[in-house]
């Protein structure tokens, strides 16, 4: 394999690990803060006790997300070097803007949230149990800011004289931020952290209740947990169907991937799972119109009209686009006469939004991996309706003292922690192996995007990151299992 | 705003960065105290959850860093990090470990034991100053790399920052200049820990301990950093003339110096800081030594990325291809980008506010034994 693979293995593989992490900080950020609350609202010891031991379980899994955090931040850099250069300008800014607003804010008011019980004032201590994980939920923001940018770069100008993407006006900046595929990633991933950490707060209680300990304490956190957790799949619903929509509209390949659809058409059907189909369906959740088109990926590679009435051109016509702007740069860089400079110079301006299809060798290669993206997508929706189910009968369960009869659900519960794992990474894959072959939407794709490194060099630290990985979730969840299995310090009249 | 104000604004922000990540790597010197067979166990725990309260800031700052550099000198981002693969990889690697290594260590079933752990803290606090401060020397001796920005429209190689041999960095560890750098940042980060934890813990034998690990670092300190220092001063350095033609100028970064009496007020200022803060340290009974030295690093710091950068500098010298060398000018972000940072920037005072407000309440009492022996929250 070559370097370009290793160093796509080397992110995917951080990137996913990194994403272990993430969804229970921000859930179980939440979870946290509003016992806390109850806390300092009611003043019930039992809040705070119940709030510290969430917290227990919350930093210990904080810890290795930062730790993961890192590398991505670097690995940009050091496996992705063209790539940082070409998006540096774009991608940069929000980066800077999460190190500024969210990190710092993160990292102080974690240490007083862990260490500053008999230090500071409870309504301090409130307050930065609280903005430890809105500092979480504002970093998720700017780094879905970057993300949504490479899937759609809106705001931007490639500059010929510094070879890269640019932001050419203060109000493409505001293009970036507002990027509609941001916001909705933005929200479809916190909020699926809000599921994880509802679920995972729900799975622990029901184990404690199956095992007939610190009940009071478990049932009173399996209802935050289902509340938390079942707001969060609403919005991740929502969400999720907005998301649809864009993958339509800016990346139509990665749709008709997960869909398998290899020819489109208007009124397109939405496939459950191969042979069951809903008539029209697809059409509906994509265009939201019974008859939208929606096109295949036949229809990509070959050309089509769409819904708007634009002619999208072949891939193969595109590619040729894109060569042509490519070599026109080439020759801007080179010429020396003026004349020759602008003629190269308007080629170029002609071809632009083709470029990075220049870089490509066969239309087939705009291609994702259609099984991989296609069962992900299914399990991704599967799994997340059964969490939501689940969910949504621990509650009614809690509510109409249902939870001794029901052992069954405890159980289920229990198995739906790592379901929600299963299904956020299945929600990623979608998004990032459905997007193959461009780092950037339409414009780098990943074999242009790589450093100068032999595939040795990237072989080599993809193994010590392995090793790594796999050491440090080891030790997690045996701490994570240990703490649990020691449970929270609630007095027996307490709990 | 001009283009030119912005780069330079910017230059300014990441030399700030670069001077509070020095001075927080206390973090760093203060967990090396770990190996010190003169403190007992206790001890050592009190140094820990001293430096696990702050550690955060240190790691914080240095993504900060990492990020405020992509964002507006991306063309060093992309360069360095591609190039000089295997130092950047291993400084992370030092940091991976130490971010899980305060929480892990003393849990049941930690794998690697609270052993395992402290080796790590302490491989972090060697290993984090001395390779930022080999590449930070690097700045002045020049890599081995070109930069080619046609090359993307090249198939068959079309990365721009190529880096022209086979160690991806590690060759700089036999630049004795920056090794130089990198030892004298070390012991400083071994002086900035000791000093640190003099003034946050309460315990009479530490208090011995950190003024003795003072005492034995003054000296080292002093000659590899002076050694650094003259050197610099008597080497060619890469000019950037109005064209942007980059040549080798002898005595150069004398010359920055004496052009910008400004940066050689910093300089002074910042090392009679860290000299009296290592008075303060070693030779008297106060505690307050951290609060002139850290103050000292960061004037000292931002001095050293200011002669790198400013007066027509190239802050990240190709020795390879001099026309490749990173100037301001040629690897910066456009125009837009620098203003709308600069506008985030002004954010800043805020953070470093709450960032003090949070830190003041927090330590408003100095950690004691009974405090790690008891029932509090701890690593």
């Not at chain 1, 806390?39 to 904080?62: G, M, R, T």
């Not at chain 2, 291809?321 to 990173?326: E, G, I, N, P, T």
Request: net charge neutral; hydrophobic share 55%.
């Amino acid at each position: 394999m070559d370097v370009v693979v290793w160093s796509r293995i080397q992110f995917a593989m951080t990137a996913a690990y990194h994403w272990l992490f993430v969804p229970l900080t921000l859930g179980l950020a939440l979870v946290m803060a509003v016992m806390e609350t109850l806390y300092v609202v009611k003043k019930d010891p039992f809040w705070k006790k119940a709030a510290q031991f969430w917290i227990k379980l919350f930093a210990i899994n904080f810890a290795v997300g930062i730790a993961t955090g890192i590398i991505l931040e670097f690995e940009f850099g050091t496996n992705w070097s063209n790539y940082s250069w070409m998006v540096g300008d774009m991608f940069g800014a929000p980066l800077a803007i999460e190190g500024i607003l969210a990190f710092f804010m993160e990292a102080t008011f974690f240490a007083v949230m862990f260490f500053g019980w008999n230090k500071v004032s409870p309504k301090f201590h409130l307050a930065s149990t609280w903005l430890t994980g809105i500092g979480a939920t504002i970093s998720a923001y700017w780094i879905l800011v970057a993300n949504g940018w490479m899937q759609n770069p809106v705001g931007t100008t490639f500059n010929p004289d510094t070879v890269r993407s640019e932001m050419a006006s203060v109000a493409a900046f505001w293009e970036v931020i507002s990027n509609p595929v941001a916001v909705s990633k933005f929200c479809h991933s916190v909020t699926s952290g809000w599921v994880t950490g509802g679920i995972f707060v729900v799975g622990v209680s029901a184990w404690y209740l199956l095992k007939d300990r610190h009940s009071e304490f478990a049932k009173k956190s399996m209802l935050i947990g289902a509340i938390v957790g079942l707001v969060g799949s609403g919005a991740v619903m929502l969400s999720g169907d907005s998301s649809g929509v864009h993958a339509a509209e800016f990346q139509p390949m990665k749709l008709a991937a997960a869909e398998g659809l290899e020819d489109g058409g208007n009124g397109a059907a939405f496939t459950i799972i191969p042979g069951i189909k809903v008539p029209k369906m697809l059409s509906i959740l994509a265009t939201h119109d019974v008859n939208g088109f929606v096109p295949g990926i036949n229809d990509i590679l070959n050309g089509y009209t769409d819904n708007e009435g634009n002619v999208i051109p072949s891939v193969a016509d595109k590619m040729a686009m894109g060569r042509q702007a490519l070599d026109a740069l080439a020759v801007y860089r080179s010429a020396g006469d003026p004349a020759v400079k602008a003629d190269a110079l308007a080629v170029m301006n002609a071809n632009v939004q083709y470029m990075g299809y220049g870089h490509l060798s066969a239309p087939e290669e705009v291609i994702p991996p259609v099984g991989v993206v296609f069962w992900a997508f299914r399990f991704m929706i599967g799994l997340g309706m059964l969490i939501a189910l689940v969910l949504l009968l621990a509650l009614i369960a809690v509510w109409k003292d249902k939870l001794g009869a029901w052992k069954w659900l405890l159980w289920a519960a229990i198995v739906c922690i790592p379901l929600a794992y299963i299904t956020g990474q299945c929600g990623w894959i979608v998004a990032e192996v459905g997007r193959q072959p461009w780092t950037i939407q339409g414009l780098l794709p990943v074999n242009v995007a790589i450093s100068s490194l032999s595939a040795g060099a990237v072989k080599t630290t993809f193994f010590v990151f392995l090793a790594v990985f796999a050491l440090f979730l080891a030790i997690e969840i045996r701490i994570m299992v240990r703490a649990i299995g020691k449970g929270p310090d609630v007095e027996p009249s307490e709990a | 705003m001009t283009y030119e104000f912005l780069q330079n604004y910017w230059w300014v922000l990441i030399a700030l960065l670069g001077g509070l990540l020095v001075a927080l790597m206390f973090v760093q010197g203060a967990n090396l105290q770990l190996g010190n067979r003169f403190l007992s166990d206790t001890q050592k725990r009190m140094i820990l959850n001293s430096t696990g309260r702050k550690w955060e800031l240190t790691f914080t700052t240095l993504v900060t860093f990492g990020g405020a550099f992509f964002a507006s000198f991306p063309l060093f981002y992309s360069t360095s990090f591609g190039g000089a693969y295997w130092v950047w990889v291993l400084l992370l690697i030092t940091f991976v470990f130490q971010a899980v290594a305060y929480e892990f260590q003393n849990k049941k079933g930690n794998l690697l034991g609270v052993k395992g752990f402290r080796i790590a803290l302490m491989v972090n606090g060697l290993l984090a100053p001395f390779l930022v401060g080999t590449a930070v020397g690097t700045f002045f001796t020049g890599s081995d790399f070109t930069v080619n920005k046609v090359a993307i429209t090249d198939p068959s190689a079309p990365v721009i920052s190529t880096w022209g041999n086979g160690w991806h960095g590690l060759e700089a560890l036999g630049e004795y200049h920056a090794v130089l750098l990198g030892v004298a940042l070390m012991l400083l980060a071994a002086i900035l820990g000791a000093l640190y934890v003099l003034n946050n813990v309460d315990d009479s034998g530490i208090e011995a301990q950190m003024r003795r690990t003072i005492k034995l670092s003054i000296g080292p300190f002093l000659f590899f950093f002076l050694c650094w220092t003259v050197i610099l001063l008597v080497s060619k350095g890469y000019a950037v003339s109005p064209d942007q033609t980059v040549s080798l100028e002898p005595f150069k970064y004398w010359h920055n110096l004496l052009a910008m009496p400004v940066v050689l007020v910093m300089l002074l200022v910042g090392v009679v800081l860290v000299l009296y803060s290592l008075y303060l340290g070693a030779f008297s009974k106060s505690r307050k030594g951290i609060w002139f030295a850290m103050p000292g690093t960061v004037l000292v710091v931002m001095s050293v990325f200011f002669l790198a950068g400013f007066n027509g500098t190239a802050y990240y010298p190709s020795v390879t291809d001099l026309q490749s060398s990173l100037t301001l000018d040629n690897s910066c972000s456009s125009y837009f980008t620098l203003k709308v940072m600069a506008c985030v920037s002004l954010l800043i005072p805020f953070v470093v506010a709450y960032i003090a407000y949070a830190w003041h309440q927090m330590d408003r009492k100095k950690i004691t034994a009974e405090e790690i022996t008891g029932e509090e929250h701890k690593y």
